[in-house]
């Protein structure tokens, strides 16, 4: 009994101490990610199996009793990736990976509740992921000296927190977004050395203290108050010369000094561009701004003279033809005057033919007498015509609050994912129901645009094929404009490839083939059956989902055909190593820079590789380059190959593989074969590998199955 009784109290005694000194879980695996992502740095000394860093002290984790607190893992010469799966880390508050070698995007999973985050001096490429946007705590953002890029696609309103903002020395582009506005606790900003377009008087108004905005492309002038600000740098801008604009009416005078500024300097710091007109219309008691007003207003004054002179001689023209009306009832004997007549008995005035006449006779058109002044004369009332759009009938029209319901709000926790188009969130319905919600930026489609985005609806809504990923509802409420597709559990090839964690396992030699196989007859769904036919214009490892079975089904199909201004999107992502060599030059795409793309994809399933990997030596970033000179010597392929298929793979079938991948990415856009003799070249090769029953999916909508003595395999030069 008594030694019992023992065991007992010692089992407590180690259940109370665990309790005790434990971490989180959550926390553990947050950790640990980190460990194995940036590849388990010996300078770091964490234990290799250790499960509490908290109670054992690991170097740079800071814990309050089993939650950690902060991360500060800089200057130490890490390499790697930053890991996914960070938002577990719901007590972290200051995150610090800055000074080291790691490589890749910025995940989209932050830690909610941090205040300090700094990524700077690594080598971090991609863009901002809006995630950020919901940091409702932070206080200092740093991620300068990376190389990210694309424009800056955050929503500034719940920062109001963020006092220290640096983005310098990226390849960020695009103007400023407005809700940086917002920033009212900003006072020091950094955005020196990007690709910034547009203006910066969306900053007047910030409690700034220092500014940095050299060596970008911004234009326009730099507004006055912000040459009042202690430190302020533009220099390498492309700044308009000569007085600024007066400011909109209403707008509340310029204060002789900042708030911050120091006491006692008689100084500031703007010797840009203005600044000499400036001090002289200080001088003179007149400013630039009162001088431009004065010029406006007799614009104005001048233009109201000029209308009344032209509206009283039209009058007098109008009576003229009236007199000669009653005088005879012949035609008019000028051409001129029949001219303007038929204007006048016209009920709708054709404006192209306005514009011409105005331009080549310099006569206004005719006044209605019956008319009065307030019934704006100034316009010319054509009818619009809007088009009428009918929303298709068979997909499902959702509500913003089903969505917010299902999405949880579009919180982060739903967030699966971030494209050029949007991000998109996993919807879950009571029913059971799993819908994956793609919400467009505005950006892409704006707000009011509702009627062009039920057309882009009830064109995608027609395309049909068991690879292709299946439109299944909509939603256009309150210029929000939102795509609902099924939901595949698997995730994306992309995942599979390069997201590596302890429950996913690598795909082996046949499953990339029907992958392949499968997105070839997506696309070639796409080209040639199709009608109109459809250029998918975003092939790429991310967008091919697979499901429980490991089918591909090809996402965001139609979405870049229908867009109108899709191509400038897209355009951003040049660089990304999908995009055909004439893509690059000319931001066009075609069917041939879609084939490019596949057999870029092609290239992922072979050697497991990104197209483009910034963490290589230069000669191997580039993916395409690297690999296409070694396809057809069998011993290099055999190097190519992705180390996690352990050598298991038939080697002929490899090689025919490899085949297929250099005729669809060769550079010259004319000798890719067309998608249909890339599928037939891959079900020849299913076919001989004698793995046709494992691989080829059911009906593909046209992609019809024809044998091996059909001349178009022939044609495609496909090893034996």
């Known amino acids: 009994m008594v030694p019992t009784l023992m065991k007992l109290k010692l089992l407590l005694f180690i259940a109370t101490f665990n309790a005790a000194t434990a971490t989180d879980p959550n926390d553990v695996a947050s950790v640990k990610a980190i460990f194995q992502s940036i590849n388990s740095p010996p300078q770091l000394g964490w234990p290799a199996n250790g499960v509490d860093p908290c109670g054992q002290s690991w170097k740079g984790i800071t814990c309050s009793d089993t939650r950690v607190t902060q991360i500060n893992l800089s200057n130490l010469a890490l390499t790697g990736t930053l890991p996914y799966g960070l938002d577990r880390l719901t007590s972290l508050t200051n995150l610090d990976m800055s000074n080291n070698n790691l490589v890749g995007t910025i995940p989209y999973q932050l830690p909610p509740n941090l205040q300090r985050l700094n990524f700077a001096h690594n080598n971090l490429t991609g863009t901002l992921p809006y995630s950020i946007s919901n940091l409702t705590s932070l206080t200092h953002l740093n991620l300068n000296h990376n190389q990210l890029q694309q424009p800056l696609n955050l929503n500034f309103l719940n920062l109001s927190t963020l006092s220290k903002l640096d983005l310098s020395f990226n390849s960020l582009t695009g103007d400023l977004p407005p809700t940086m506005s917002s920033l009212s606790g900003i006072t020091t900003m950094y955005l020196q050395n990007n690709q910034f377009t547009g203006t910066i008087d969306i900053l007047a108004n910030l409690t700034l203290n220092s500014l940095n905005v050299e060596n970008n492309n911004f234009t326009g002038w730099i507004p006055e108050r912000l040459k009042n600000i202690d430190d302020l740098q533009t220099g390498g801008n492309a700044w308009s010369s000569g007085p600024a604009p007066p400011p909109p009416p209403g707008t509340p005078p310029i204060p002789k000094s900042n ?9 500031t710091t703007g010797q840009d561009a203005g600044s000499s007109t400036k001090d002289e219309g200080r001088k003179s008691g007149i400013g630039g701004g009162v001088i431009a007003g004065i010029v406006i207003s007799i614009i104005v004054v001048g233009a109201l003279v000029a209308f009344f002179l032209v509206k009283r001689k039209s009058k007098k023209s109008s009576s003229d033809l009236e007199k000669l009306g009653k005088q005879s009832t012949a035609p008019p004997p000028s051409n001129e005057a029949h001219e ?10 054709d404006l192209k033919k306005f514009d011409t006449s105005a331009s080549m006779n310099l006569k206004p058109p005719p006044i209605d007498r019956h008319k009065s002044f307030d019934n704006n004369e100034f316009s010319i009332n054509s009818p619009i015509v809007k088009k009428t759009v009918t929303p298709p009938a068979d997909v499902q029209s959702y509500s913003i609050a089903d969505l917010q319901i299902t999405t949880g709000s579009f919180s982060m926790d739903h967030l699966v994912g971030e494209g050029s188009f949007g991000r998109v969130y996993r919807a879950q319905f009571d029913d059971g129901k799993v ?6 930026d505005s950006s892409v489609i704006p707000n009011d645009f509702t009627e062009d985005f039920i057309e882009i609806v009830s064109n995608i809504s027609h395309l049909h094929h068991p690879n292709v990923t299946e439109l299944v509802g909509y939603c256009s409420e309150h210029g929000q404009h939102l795509l609902a597709y099924e939901f595949h559990k698997n995730g994306s090839l992309h995942d599979f490839l390069h997201v590596s964690d302890e429950f996913s396992k690598p795909l082996i030699w046949n499953s990339r083939v029907k992958i392949a196989l499968g997105t070839a007859r997506a696309l070639e769904y796409l080209h040639e059956v199709c009608s109109p036919s459809v250029v998918h214009k975003n092939i790429k490892s991310a967008n091919i989902l697979l499901d429980t079975e490991l089918n591909p089904h090809l996402s965001d199909c139609g979405l870049a055909s229908y867009i109108p201004n899709a191509e400038q999107i897209l355009n951003h992502n040049v660089g990304s190593g999908y995009d055909a060599p004439e893509v690059a030059l000319s931001g066009q795409y075609t069917f041939k820079s879609d084939i490019y793309s596949f057999g870029v994809v092609m290239l992922e399933l072979l050697s497991g590789r990104k197209p483009f990997d910034s963490s290589r030596a230069r000669p191997d970033q580039s993916l395409v380059r690297w690999a296409t000179p070694q396809l057809h010597d069998i011993d290099a392929l055999a190097k190519m190959v ?3 298929l352990k050598g298991l793979y038939p080697v002929k079938s490899l090689s025919r593989f490899a085949d297929v991948i250099a005729l669809c990415a060769q550079p010259e856009p004319e000798f890719r074969p067309p998608m249909s003799e890339v599928v037939q070249a891959l079900v020849r090769l299913v076919q001989r590998a004698n793995m046709s029953r494992r691989t080829t999916f ?7 199955l024809r044998g091996s003595d059909d001349p178009a395999i022939r044609d495609v030069q496909i090893g034996t």
């Open 698 to 704: 059911g009906s593909d909508h046209g992609g019809s």
């Open 340 to 349: 303007v007549t038929s204007v006048q008995t016209s009920s709708v005035l």
């Open 435 to 440: 819908l994956a919600v793609k919400k467009i």
């Open 642 to 644: 992705d180390p996690a």
């Open 259 to 267: 708030p911050h500024h120091k006491s006692g300097g008689g100084t």
